[in-house]
C-alpha cells in the first residue's frame, strides 16, 4: 500500500477475494485495521473465474464494456470489515518496530 501511495497510485476501496478472505474473520479484520481501511468481501468463491468471464462477455459482444458486464454480473458484498479506531496506534506501533528490525537485518548481511 505504501509503495502505490507513494507512486501517485489511489486507492479508493480494497475488495477482498478468494478463500481466506471469506473464511477468515480474523485475517480479515486484522488486516483492515493494519490498513486502516474497510475491506469489502463479496459474495463469491471464483473472483478471478468470474473477472474472465466477464472480459469473455465483453469480447463476445453480450456487453458493450466491462463496467457494464461488472454491473450486471458482479455478486453484492458479503461482509464488509471496518477497521477499529483503537487498534490503529497499536497497529503503527508494531509497523515501526517491524521496520526497525528489517533495517537492523539488512546491516547483517
Not at 459474495?43 to 464494456?65: H, I, K, R, T
Not at 457494464?68 to 508494531?94: F, G, H, M, N, W
Given at each position: 500500500?505504501?509503495?502505490?501511495?507513494?507512486?501517485?497510485?489511489?486507492?479508493?476501496?480494497?475488495?477482498?477475494?478468494?478463500?481466506?478472505?471469506?473464511?477468515?474473520?480474523?485475517?480479515?479484520?486484522?488486516?483492515?485495521?493494519?490498513?486502516?481501511?474497510?475491506?469489502?468481501?463479496?459474495?463469491?468463491?471464483?473472483?478471478?473465474?468470474?473477472?474472465?468471464?466477464?472480459?469473455?462477455?465483453?469480447?463476445?459482444?453480450?456487453?458493450?464494456?466491462?463496467?457494464?458486464?461488472?454491473?450486471?454480473?458482479?455478486?453484492?458484498?458479503?461482509?464488509?470489515?471496518?477497521?477499529?479506531?483503537?487498534?490503529?496506534?497499536?497497529?503503527?506501533?508494531?509497523?515501526?518496530?517491524?521496520?526497525?528490525?528489517?533495517?537492523?537485518a539488512e546491516t547483517?548481511?
Open positions: 500500500m505504501e509503495r502505490f501511495r507513494e507512486q501517485g497510485v489511489a486507492i479508493g476501496e480494497i475488495i477482498g477475494i478468494g478463500g481466506v478472505a471469506r473464511k477468515s474473520s480474523l485475517v480479515m479484520q486484522i488486516l483492515a485495521d493494519v490498513l486502516n481501511m474497510p475491506i469489502k468481501v463479496p459474495a463469491n468463491d471464483q473472483s478471478v473465474a468470474l473477472g474472465a468471464a466477464m472480459f469473455a462477455a465483453v469480447a463476445a459482444g453480450l456487453y458493450p464494456d466491462i463496467p457494464a458486464a461488472q454491473a450486471a454480473l458482479c455478486p453484492p458484498i458479503e461482509k464488509t470489515y471496518i477497521p477499529r479506531p483503537e487498534l490503529i496506534p497499536v497497529y503503527d506501533s508494531l509497523y515501526k518496530l517491524y521496520q526497525n528490525l528489517g533495517a537492523f547483517l548481511t
